[in-house]
């Protein structure tokens, strides 16, 4: 079971990157189901979820939550609302579900990292086929934070994303790598030398800070792309403060997907 402290709005910033990643994902999909899955001891960042997605996506999307303790579920059912929001017990089996998305944030932080495939595999083998697991951490407040892409296949991409407005360096977002990096960012790393290469660009785009926040973030994925970083998103969420890469530039050494 997790801590289970939440705040409103600290998953926005995934669940935007969700809408606008996996969106069409969504709108195909027969039966459009989304679990989050170990949302806390409040339900709340799962209602903004649903209505997210059901505002940027399509509205007959459903999201169930789910959660191991039995109270925390209890205490969640008010804020349900059937058919497109519904409250459940369930861990990684995903309670015989069978979802086009899964994500599960702050969940596998306070696992050891030798759990985090095999819980990624029980994951994606639910999902429905094409399906997808975005699974990170972010900090208490939802200002900086990091995700991984998943299907049955394997990782597919690292996406780390800030509130520019209150950056002072992208070497924070180290502090929120998920559990599969956290402990690879040491020199020598592929993770090490993003957020380096980050950082880099940080510096040399100080001049740009006059122009704002944005303007100097631009500026800093152009130069991380320039050092030869396979960036795959576009200035449009670069502008979010959002930076993805493929995950065979950051795996760690020896990472494998059985």
Not at 196 to 210: F, I, N, S, V
Request: charged share 20%.
């Amino acid at each position: 079971m997790t801590r289970g402290t939440t705040n409103p709005n600290r998953l926005r910033r995934v669940d935007n990157w969700i809408a606008a990643t996996c969106g069409d994902l969504l709108r195909d999909a027969a039966d459009p189901l989304v679990v989050d899955l170990g949302y806390g001891a409040s339900p709340v960042t799962v209602v903004e979820l649903r209505n997210r997605l059901a505002t940027a996506v399509r509205p007959d999307v459903r999201v169930v939550g789910l959660e191991i303790d039995p109270v925390r579920v209890a205490a969640a059912e008010p804020a349900a609302a059937p058919p497109g929001l519904t409250f459940g017990r369930g861990g990684f089996e995903l309670a015989g579900l069978r979802p086009v998305l899964v994500r599960a944030f702050n969940v596998l932080r306070q696992y050891a990292e030798p759990e985090v495939v095999p819980a990624w595999q029980i994951m994606t083998g639910a999902l429905r086929p094409g399906g997808v697991l975005v699974e990170g951490t972010c900090d208490e407040l939802g200002r900086i934070g990091g995700w991984l892409l998943v299907d049955a296949s394997g990782p597919r991409s690292l996406t780390l994303a800030a509130r520019l407005a209150t950056l002072d360096s992208p070497a924070v977002l180290a502090e929120r790598l998920p559990k599969a990096l956290i402990h690879h960012n040491v020199p020598g790393t592929r993770v090490y030398a993003l957020i380096q290469a980050l950082e880099d660009g940080w510096r040399a785009a100080a001049p740009y800070a006059t122009f704002g926040p944005r303007q100097r973030w631009r500026r800093t994925i152009e130069a991380t792309r320039a050092a030869g970083w396979p960036v795959l998103d576009r200035p449009a969420r670069w502008r979010l403060g959002e930076v993805s890469v493929p995950w065979s530039a950051v795996a760690p050494p020896g990472t494998s997907w059985p």
